[in-house]
C-alpha cells in the first residue's frame, strides 16, 4: 500500500515567490518525514525531515516543512523561490523506506 | 568526503547479459540499500542489508540479487537482463534503518543502466 504520495507531479513558481510542494503519508504509529532534493544527473540530497518535537522543520537552502498530524501532511516550503531551487523534490517516509513519486519544481525568472 | 560509491555510471547491457553494479561506503554505516529510479514512479526499493551477512527483500526485488560479504559493500546484480531493468540505480546507506528510521539515508550519485 502507497505510504507516500505527491500529489502534483509539476509545481511552476516565479522567483521571488513563496513556494510549496505537497506530501501526504499514511503510515501506523508515529511516522519518521523526511525531504530530498535531486538535481540533474545527480543522487539524492537530504533536505530536512520530522522525527519528533517542533512541527515546523528547518532545513537546508531555506527550505522549511510543516508537520500537520490531523491532515498527515508534511508540505514543503520557501518563503522566496530561486531560479537554482529548479529540481526533482521527493518526500519519503522512513518508516517502511518508501520514497513519493517526486515533484519537479521549476522556478522561473 | 568520498560517501557512497557506485560504478559504473553509465553501461549499455544486452538482453539475456548479466552484470554487477558496484557500490561502497566509506562512513561505516550497518545499513545499506538499492533503489531503482525510473520516470514518475519516483523510487523504489530494490534490496536492502542491516549488516553484513545479512539481506532482505525490498519492493521490486525479481530480476536482481545482492550480497553483503563487508560492511562497506554491497553489489547488486543483474541475471538475464531484461528491457524492464533500463532504470537509474541509486546505492543508498544509513547508520539505522527501520529499528530507528529517524537516521538520514545517504545517496550514491546514481548508475545508468540500459538494456538493449
Known amino acids: 500500500a502507497q505510504s507516500v504520495a505527491q500529489p502534483e507531479d509539476q509545481v511552476n513558481v516565479a522567483e521571488g515567490n513563496p513556494l510549496t510542494v505537497k506530501c501526504t503519508y499514511s503510515?501506523?504509529?508515529?511516522?519518521?518525514l523526511f525531504w530530498y532534493v535531486q538535481y540533474p544527473n545527480r543522487g539524492l540530497q537530504f533536505l530536512l525531515k520530522y522525527i519528533t518535537g517542533d512541527n515546523l522543520v528547518k532545513g537546508s537552502y531555506g527550505f522549511e516543512a510543516e508537520f500537520n498530524k490531523s491532515q498527515t501532511s508534511f508540505h514543503l516550503k520557501k518563503p522566496s523561490a530561486l531560479v537554482s531551487d529548479s529540481a526533482l523534490y521527493f518526500c519519503a517516509v522512513m518508516n517502511d523506506m518508501r520514497f513519493g513519486a517526486g515533484t519537479r519544481l521549476t522556478v522561473k525568472p | 568526503n568520498a560517501g557512497v560509491t557506485q560504478t559504473p555510471k553509465f553501461h549499455i547491457l544486452k538482453i539475456g547479459q548479466s552484470m554487477t553494479l558496484q557500490c561502497t561506503q566509506d562512513?561505516?554505516?550497518?545499513?545499506m540499500y538499492w533503489y531503482r529510479q525510473d520516470p514518475g514512479m519516483g523510487l523504489k526499493l530494490i534490496y536492502y542489508s542491516v549488516g553484513a551477512g545479512i539481506t532482505d527483500k525490498g519492493e521490486v526485488p525479481n530480476g536482481y540479487n545482492v550480497s553483503r560479504s563487508t560492511t562497506e559493500d554491497f553489489p547488486l546484480r543483474l541475471e538475464l537482463a531484461a528491457p524492464s531493468q533500463t532504470s537509474v540505480y541509486f546505492c543508498?546507506?544509513?547508520?539505522?534503518?527501520?529499528?530507528?528510521?529517524?537516521?538520514?539515508?545517504?545517496f550514491g550519485e546514481g548508475s545508468w543502466l540500459t538494456v538493449v
Open positions: 503510515v501506523s504509529g508515529n511516522p519518521y
Open positions: 543508498a546507506s544509513s547508520y539505522a534503518g527501520q529499528g530507528y528510521s529517524g537516521n538520514t539515508i545517504y
Open positions: 562512513m561505516n554505516h550497518n545499513y
